[in-house]
């Protein structure tokens, strides 16, 4: 399942991804489930939400202002929602419209044929990462929020991945804790409260929290990149699955 962090205005960018790698059925038939996770924009015509979820039956939306300081509500909305209509979902991923993601090689990852893993959580992992303590900064947390040092273990909020059975632990762990913005740190202080380890991937240049230069073998071999326009995500997707029997040979010889 997929849930994907959008806003009001990003059009484009749903329409971009309701035709690419969500529109699959991936490895074996495998079911692909996917949510655009929306709050309100003052700016935007309400209608227009209303009318496109009319239509593709594939938004939710909560009434809380759509801005950077409130990615952590728009994401536990989505794992509210996963916890409480799609408790039997395998696997979830979060992730932002502006991302490529190569499904394929997801499941590739997430092995669907085999037993399905428990508190499995992976991603673009950060490690020790400082608080920035700065008030002009853009990612600024003050002590009285988060007095620790370093941050636990997170992934970047830009694609991260986790098995079924964590939402619910998460959404547990968020009433516990102190509410913080940034959401890939919230989870991963959820995460940490939890007990739940994060797994690295089996290689390092699965996942990325930025713009990988295209090269249709090299889209064919990682998971995400960051920075897309919805015109990135189209040609980008084409190109790499004209090309992905080519260069999986390629990777062969």
Same mark, same amino acid.
């Given at each position: 399942?997929?849930?994907?962090?959008? !806003?009001?205005?990003?059009?484009?960018?749903?329409?971009?991804?309701? !035709?690419? /790698?969500?529109?699959?059925?991936?490895?074996?038939?495998?079911?692909?489930?996917?949510?655009?996770?929306?709050?309100?924009?003052?700016?935007?015509?309400?209608?227009?939400?209303?009318?496109?979820?009319? #239509?593709?039956?594939?938004?939710?939306?909560?009434?809380?202002?759509?801005?950077?300081?409130?990615? !952590?509500?728009?994401?536990?909305?989505?794992?509210?929602?996963?916890? @409480?209509?799609?408790?039997?979902?395998?696997?979830?991923?979060?992730?932002?419209?502006?991302?490529?993601? @190569? !499904?394929?090689?997801?499941?590739?990852?997430?092995?669907?044929? $085999?037993? $399905? #893993?428990? &508190?499995? /959580?992976?991603?673009?992992?950060?490690?020790? &990462?400082?608080?920035?303590?700065?008030?002009?900064? +853009?990612?600024?947390?003050?002590?009285?929020?988060?007095?620790?040092? /370093?941050?636990?273990? /997170?992934?970047?909020?830009? %694609?991260?991945?986790?098995?079924?059975?964590?939402?619910?632990?998460?959404?547990?762990?968020?009433?516990?804790? &102190?509410?913080?913005?940034?959401?890939?740190?919230?989870? %991963?202080?959820?995460?940490?409260?939890?007990?739940?380890?994060?797994? +690295?991937?089996?290689?390092?240049?699965?996942?990325?929290?930025?713009?990988?230069?295209?090269?249709?073998?090299?889209?064919?071999?990682?998971?995400?990149?960051?920075?897309?326009?919805?015109?990135?995500?189209?040609?980008?997707?084409?190109?790499?699955?004209?090309?992905?029997?080519?260069?999986?040979?390629?990777?062969?010889?």
């Amino acid at each position: 399942m997929f849930l994907i962090e959008t !806003t009001a205005s990003e059009v484009e960018n749903r329409r971009a991804i309701r !035709t690419t /790698f969500v529109n699959t059925t991936g490895i074996n038939g495998t079911s692909i489930i996917y949510l655009f996770l929306l709050g309100k924009d003052r700016k935007q015509e309400p209608n227009s939400i209303a009318e496109e979820s009319e #239509k593709y039956h594939d938004i939710i939306q909560k009434d809380f202002q759509d801005t950077y300081k409130n990615l !952590t509500i728009k994401t536990l909305m989505g794992i509210e929602w996963v916890s @409480n209509y799609c408790p039997k979902a395998k696997y979830v991923m979060k992730t932002d419209s502006d991302m490529y993601v @190569n !499904t394929e090689r997801l499941l590739d990852l997430l092995g669907p044929d $085999q037993p $399905q #893993k428990q &508190n499995y /959580f992976t991603g673009f992992v950060m490690e020790n &990462n400082k608080p920035h303590r700065n008030i002009h900064s +853009k990612w600024h947390m003050p002590h009285s929020l988060y007095p620790d040092e /370093f941050y636990p273990t /997170f992934c970047s909020g830009t %694609g991260y991945v986790f098995s079924g059975d964590v939402a619910p632990k998460i959404l547990r762990s968020s009433f516990k804790v &102190n509410y913080v913005y940034l959401e890939d740190v919230f989870v %991963g202080i959820c995460l940490d409260r939890e007990g739940i380890k994060i797994t +690295k991937p089996p290689k390092n240049n699965l996942f990325h929290n930025y713009r990988v230069s295209f090269d249709p073998c090299v889209y064919n071999r990682i998971i995400t990149s960051h920075y897309m326009r919805p015109t990135d995500i189209m040609n980008y997707w084409k190109i790499a699955q004209e090309n992905k029997v080519r260069c999986l040979k390629s990777t062969k010889s």
